[in-house]
């Protein structure tokens, strides 16, 4: 069984935080259902938001982009923290020079009481499923929210944004043909039940 099958994802919201506690990874594979809980709560008017990842072993550039993205759209308004942070996952977001916009709780002592609050609260976050476009979609948006936060890391991730884009225009053109054929073994189907 893979990682991603493994992952669960779960949210809540107090006191005008969002929280969101990960188990498992937060990767490209596992990160679309997060997308629209922080579209949603930020159109609700909320502008903290807690990411627990207490028992998540591993976030990818992706998963980055995603936060990095809200924390640009909160800026001052709000915050982006994230606690219970294991070193491995801390120097992802410090490498990429972007801890001075995503707070890491390095004594994961700031929010200990809505901590013990919310867990009472929190609903697993049902999974969403992409097709190939939306995927692609995605991880690039993702990427080039990094860059445009930090554009220091162009030169670095051009490869990485060079490739998403042409898999991107090759999803959309597989999702189409697929569609496409669908629709025509629809008609051949319906063909040969009028025979």
Known sequence: MSDNTNTEIFTGSLDDVAWIRI?????????????PYLAKTYAEGIRNFVFDLKHCRLIDSTFIGILSSLAGRISEAGSVNLIHTNPRNAT????LGLDNMIRIDRDDEKFKDLELRVS??????????????????????AHEDICSINEDLEEEFRDVLDFLRRNQIASIDSDETDSDSTEEDKDEDEDEDEE
């Open 23 to 35: 188990n498992g990874v937060a990767t490209k594979d596992t990160s679309a259902p997060i997308r």
């Open 92 to 95: 992802s977001i410090c490498k």
């Open 120 to 141: 009472t609260c929190l609903d697993r976050l049902a999974d969403v499923n992409l097709n190939k476009s939306e995927k692609a979609s995605m991880i690039l948006e």
